[in-house]
């Protein structure tokens, strides 16, 4: 009788033989259906290419007509080669030509066979192939079967993915593995980046595939599997791991699966039919991925990254592989692709190098992406099965305008890009020449144009875009990069920096803003069902004045001897601002108490950002040294939509009629009060919307770095006092239906504006 587990060891281990020998590609892969074919008592044993045209062409066959090699071809889902490609799952058939998928090929003359087994030969998931083996008599194949065939579909993976078979590849075709791809997902920061792919979490290449010694295999892997449970307990254990929340409840997933019996077992089947450890995971691994990638659960999806994540973490323990060692041979045009990231660990790679951020999940909003935004990095985010689509190294282009990323683009394609990046270079170029023009109007008024910021790596940005100074900077930034709560001291040393690299430009601090979007791990309040007009902003800090008071006394002590700027968010009421006055007495009181230098001026203003202000204008205007309006949140309370939510809000315009005259009413008011008034919402970033802002009456406005010289070079040609003109007339007029965006673009093309 023939020993079950030793048929495939037996293969496997003539299989390394095979593909240690010096042989030709083709003559290798002939070899290979042969001895499958005999080891596995079948007729017919054939191997199937994935190209780039998403056809399958066959290789190699023992059995088959030999005519047909190179010849015989399917499509991505026909017939039963092409459904195994296509859904990535083995088909273990006893009378294949039943099968309604069953397609014959003439070419082959394998009307005889009727037993059919197929598995698809996988790299992270995705199909590079098929291998097939058929016998004339109708039987089914035994699960251990299957097992062996889909582990030697791996050496074939190997080969196929090692770029082996280019040689015997006809000229002019190409394998899929080398196809150009285009994924699409959502642009969360502008900009084109052409450079070479770099995984966040390299793929670990396991070239050490065949097992010498089973037992010794199966030891290493109930080793390896021990330490990565004691690891995750040690983290669950550890403090800063809080009791709950989402890191807890991954945690306990990854606990969970650690010690799931169907997965250890699997990876157990999978050595002792003559895998490594580390081969084993990789197998089973893949063959899991590429059951999961095609649901569409969300649930399911996350728990299969759960997965996904822990078998990586397996495969380090068992290769002994550090990222870290990764850290050579860094392109000097890096284009990062990961499924997540944290911000702190995009801060980890080379600024200089990086041209691009490619996620598969986030948000606009995700930490990462503030991130990448301050380095003026393009971002693509939601971009599907990025990850298992690029190899380390691979060409790409990451188009931030239109939430593309092209792969391995053809050589037409990658030359419009580079065009399109030089002509942005020259652009570029001509606003740096702007960088020391004074912005004044045509008509000689002096605009005010500052920059926002969050983070250390803006202010280079400050001299580089020749702003006047920043109008707001975000202080929660720091708080939301971190993974614990920044220290009083670790504030202060922070803000201090700050002011440092400003070299005496003015800048304005923004009181903590968290809440609503903007999420601090470590600081999570109760499950909130509209969180955005929930417990944040201002309302958190009084309700936590310990937390308040820390950061009041980190800007005093920062800003010692010089001046301090310092506005509240989301302010509801004027009440707010008497109440944040006190505490900021009281900080001052104490600092000078213990003979602190305090800061030699000090203007306290508010953001703009909630209507109810809008009928407590004079008395916010004589309560505060400036007012900042936050167009963002503004427009999102005001038009009852949703900042984050494109499908509601791109449906109103800031440019239309109900939210130019709100914006001009709190204008007037600053003039009746004499109250410094600037705006530091998007609304400011774009020329036109920009222009419009200075029509209605603002002379200082605030915006991201890179805005500074399209909306300078807008504003050196224009005549603010005609547009002014033009435009109060437009939004007093009551019967006018032409919409307002319509006589702004009009306004400039008519002056020659440049946009
Ligand atoms: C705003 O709301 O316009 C603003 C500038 O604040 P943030 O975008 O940080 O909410
Ligand atoms: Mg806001």
């Known amino acids: ?51 780039a045209d998403g056809v399958l062409e066959l290789y190699a066959t023992e059995g088959l007509n030999k005519d047909a090699v190179h010849l015989a071809q399917l499509k991505m889902g026909q017939g039963l080669v092409g459904t195994i490609a296509a859904s990535a799952q083995p088909l273990n058939l006893s009378d294949a030509q039943a099968h309604p998928a069953f397609r014959y090929l003439p070419e082959t003359g394998e009307e005889i066979y009727h037993s059919f087994l197929g598995v698809p030969i996988l790299r992270a998931g995705r199909s590079l192939g098929v291998l097939v083996v058929q016998n004339k008599a109708q039987r089914n194949y035994r699960e251990d079967e299957l097992e062996a065939l889909e582990t030697t579909a791996m050496v074939l993976a190997e080969m196929i993915a090692t770029g082996e078979l280019k040689k015997i590849t006809r000229p002019g075709l190409e394998l899929d593995l080398t196809r150009a791809v285009t994924i699409d997902g959502d642009s969360y920061n502008e900009g084109i980046g052409l450079g070479y792919v770099v995984l966040h979490e390299p793929r670990i290449v396991v070239t050490n595939l065949l097992n010498e010694d089973t037992e010794t295999e199966l030891r290493r892997l109930a080793d390896a599997l021990g330490s990565l449970r004691i690891s995750i307990d040690d983290m669950l254990s550890r403090r800063e ?103 702190a660990e995009l801060l980890d790679y080379p600024r200089a190098n990086l041209r691009g951020l490619v996620l598969e999940e986030g948000a606009v909003t995700s930490h990462v992406v503030i991130v990448a935004r301050a380095m003026g990095i393009a971002v693509v985010g939601q971009a599907a099965g990025a990850v298992a689509l690029a190899e380390n190294g691979d060409p790409v282009i990451i188009d931030g305008d239109d939430g593309k990323v092209h792969v391995r683009p053809m050589a037409d394609l ?135 008071r820390t950061q009041l006394r980190a800007l005093l002590k920062a800003a010692a001897g010089a001046e301090l700027k310092m506005m509240l968010p989301m302010v509801t009421e004027v009440a707010e601002i008497r109440a944040v006055r006190e505490l900021l007495q009281k900080e001052v009181q104490h600092l000078s108490k213990f003979g602190h230098p305090l800061p030699k001026k000090l203007q306290f203003g508010a953001m703009l950002e909630v209507p109810a202000l809008m009928w407590q204008l004079d008395e916010l205007m004589q309560e505060v040294d400036f007012v900042s309006v936050g167009s963002n949140d503004l427009f999102q309370f005001t038009m009852a939509v949703d900042r984050g939510n494109a499908r509601v809000s791109d449906r109103f315009d800031v440019l239309g009629r109900p939210f130019l005259r709100i914006l001009r009413d709190i204008v007037r008011a600053a003039d009746r009060h004499e109250t410094p008034v600037t705006l530091c919402g998007e609304m400011a970033s774009k020329p036109l919307s920009a222009m419009a802002l200075l029509g209605i009456g603002f002379r200082s406005i605030s915006m991201s770095p890179t805005s500074i010289g399209p909306v300078k070079a807008m504003l050196l040609g224009l005549d603010v006092d005609q547009l002014g003109r033009e435009l109060h007339a437009a939004l007093d007029d009551h019967h006018s239906h032409l919409p307002l965006r319509d006589i702004l673009v009009g306004f400039a093309e008519d002056n020659n504006i440049p946009l």
């Open 1 to 51: 009788m023939r020993d079950l587990s030793a048929g495939p060891r037996v293969l496997l281990k003539r299989l390394r033989e095979l593909m240690a020998e010096p042989l030709e590609p083709q003559e290798r892969l002939d070899q290979i259906v042969r001895q499958i074919a005999s080891n596995m008592v079948a007729e017919v044993c054939s191997v199937y290419v994935l190209r």
């Open 241 to 343: 791991v809080s009791m709950e929340g989402e890191h807890r409840e991954v945690l306990e997933t990854y606990r969970m699966f650690a010690h799931d019996q169907g997965w250890v077992r699997r990876m157990e089947e999978a050595i002792h039919n003559g895998l490594t450890a580390e081969a084993a995971v990789e197998k089973v691994q893949s063959d899991t991925k590429a059951r999961m990638i095609r649901l569409t659960d969300p649930y399911l999806r996350e728990r299969m990254h759960d997965f996904d994540d822990l078998a990586n973490r397996l495969l380090r323990q068992l290769t002994g592989f550090s990222p870290h060692s990764q850290t050579e041979g860094f392109p000097a045009d890096a284009i990062v692709f990961a499924r997540a990231m944290g911000a």
């Open 414 to 548: 990658q030359k419009a890009y580079e065009e399109k990046v030089k002509l942005r270079a020259k652009r570029q170029e001509q606003f740096r020449a702007l960088r020391d023009v004074e912005p004044i109007t045509k008509d000689g008024k002096r605009i005010t144009l500052q920059m926002n910021a969050g983070l250390l790596v803006d202010l280079p940005q400050l001299s580089e875009s020749g702003a006047d100074g920043i109008g707001l900077f975000r202080t929660e930034l720091q708080f939301m990069i971190s993974s614990t709560m920044p220290k009083g001291e670790e504030q202060e040393n922070f803000y201090r920096s700050v002011l440092r690299q400003a070299g005496g430009r003015p800048v304005t601090f923004r009181t903590l803003d968290i809440g609503g979007d903007k999420v601090v791990s470590y600081f999570r309040g109760h499950e909130e069902e509209n969180p955005a007009l929930g417990w944040r902003a201002i309302r958190l800090s009084l309700d936590r004045p310990g937390l308040l």
